[in-house]
C-alpha cells in the first residue's frame, strides 16, 4: 500500500512511519520537513499535497494543535484554534483526499484520551477530540466505494512524559510504538466507524 | 430557581419550560421571541441577555443549528456553521454566563443521538454532537463555586416525526416532554459532566 502519514515528523507519526513502513511505502508528510509539506490549517495547501502525492491507499493523520488553558480564562477564540487545526484540519483531510484515495482505501485520524477522561486545562482537546470520533463514527456510513475511517485515540506517551507528565498524574502511559498498533489495525484491518482507545 | 431557556419557544424549549415551570421561575429566551431574545452566534447577543436576565440559577440551551447534507457534498464552511451555531453558540452561553450565574448554579446544553448512532446526511451533527459531549464532561472538572454542567441527548422527537422521520426509520421517537425529563435531572439533581440520553 502506498500510505501517506501526516505528522510523519512527530513523535506518534514516526512511530506509525515505523510500523507500517516494514510493509509498506510510506510518503511523509509534515508542517516544514518530510516528502511533502503540508499546513493541515489551510485547505490549499491540502489541496497541493494531494495533488503531488497522487493516487494513495491509506491517510493517516498524527497531526493536530489545540489551546489548553484553564477555562476559566478561555475564550472562544481560543477555542477556535483547535476547531480549525486539530478537529477541522483533520476532517479537511478527509474530505479533501475523497477523489485521489483508491477504492478501498483508508483514512484513520487522531483523537485522544481526552474525549473520555478529562484533566484540567483540557476542555478545548475533550471537545476537539469529541467531535473527531463523532465525526468519523458519521463518515463511516456515508463513505462510498468501499473508503473507510477510523480514529485512534492514544492516552500520554511515554516519550512525551517529560513534557506532560504533570498534567496527566496517574495516567497509564504507552509507547508510541505501542500506540502505532492502533493505525495498523486500522489501515491494516476492514472495520470502519472505529475509535482504538490505546490508553494502556 | 430562576431558570433561563434558551431556544423556549421551540418543541423541545416549550416541553422544558412546561416541566420546570411547573416549581420554577422561568426566563424564555429565543431568538425572535419570549421574555428576551438572544442569538448565540453572537457573543455580545448572549452578553447582553445576560446582562438583562442578571443573576440566574440555572441555563438551559435547547437551541443550535447544524446544516444536514451528503458527506460527499459537504465542504468545510457547512461544517462551520454547526461548529459556530450549534457548538460554540452553547458553549459561549456557557463561558459568558459563568460570571453571573450564582453559587451551585447549572448549565445543560443538548446534544443528540447522532453523537452515537448517527444517519446519512448527519456528518454535521455527529461532529458537534460529540464536541458538546466531551466539552461539558471537561468544563464540569475545572467550573468553580459547585457549578455544575451536564448535556442532555435526545433522539428524535415524536413531534417532529412529519419533518425529519424519513431520516431516522428505525428509531424510537420520544415525547418532548420525556426529553424534558433530562433536563429536569441534570437542573434540579446534584450530577455533573453526565449525557443524559434520551432514546427512547
Chains 1, 2 share one sequence.
Do not use: C
Not at 500510505?3 to 510518503?27: F, K, N, S
Not at 463523532?134 to 500520554?156: D, K, Q
Not at 517529560?162 to 492502533?182: D, H, M, N, T
Amino acid at each position: 500500500m502506498k500510505i501517506v502519514i501526516v505528522g510523519a515528523a512527530g513523535t506518534l507519526g514516526q512511530a506509525v512511519a515505523a510500523e507500517l513502513g516494514a510493509r509498506h511505502d510510506i510518503v511523509k508528510a509534515g508542517r516544514s520537513s518530510g516528502d511533502v509539506t503540508v499546513d493541515i490549517t489551510s485547505a490549499d495547501s491540502i489541496r497541493a499535497m494531494y495533488a503531488k502525492v497522487g493516487r494513495f491507499d491509506a491517510l493517516v493523520s498524527a497531526a493536530g494543535s489545540v489551546h489548553f488553558g484553564p477555562m476559566d480564562k478561555m475564550n472562544a477564540a481560543e477555542y477556535g484554534i483547535g476547531l480549525a487545526d486539530k478537529l477541522m484540519g483533520q476532517v479537511n483531510l478527509v474530505l479533501l483526499g475523497r477523489d485521489t484515495i483508491a477504492d478501498g482505501g483508508s483514512f484513520t485520524l487522531t483523537s485522544g484520551i481526552l474525549t473520555d477522561d478529562p484533566i484540567r486545562y483540557g476542555t478545548s482537546a475533550s471537545m476537539v477530540n469529541g467531535g473527531l470520533e463523532a465525526f468519523a463514527r458519521a463518515a463511516a456510513i456515508e463513505l462510498p466505494r468501499g473508503l473507510r475511517i477510523n480514529v485512534v485515540s492514544p492516552t500520554m506517551l511515554e516519550e512525551s512524559i517529560e513534557s506532560y507528565g504533570p498534567y496527566f498524574r496517574g495516567y497509564q502511559p504507552v509507547s508510541a510504538a505501542r500506540a502505532a498498533l492502533g493505525y495498523a489495525k486500522s489501515v491494516e484491518g476492514a472495520q470502519t466507524g472505529q475509535v482504538y482507545r490505546i490508553w494502556g
